[in-house]
């Protein structure tokens, strides 16, 4: 799903930003024009990354 309208960002391009090392929303946007323009999806743009860390520190738990 696009998280970001105003730059066609997705919520897969997100994860695979944290995937990659990104550790926090503005790490992600060092690598996305994600919430720079209106910032209507910053808030849910933090909560994938936000997600998506947590998820990948359970698997590395289990």
Known sequence: MF???CNAVSDRQ???AVDL???S???VQCRLPVANCCGH???TARQV???HLGQRAQR???
């Open 3 to 5: 998280v970001c309208v």
């Open 14 to 16: 997100i994860r695979a």
């Open 21 to 23: 090392g990104a550790g």
């Open 25 to 27: 929303l503005a790490e």
């Open 41 to 43: 999806c910053e808030d």
């Open 49 to 51: 990354v936000d997600e």
């Open 60 to 62: 590395k738990s289990a």
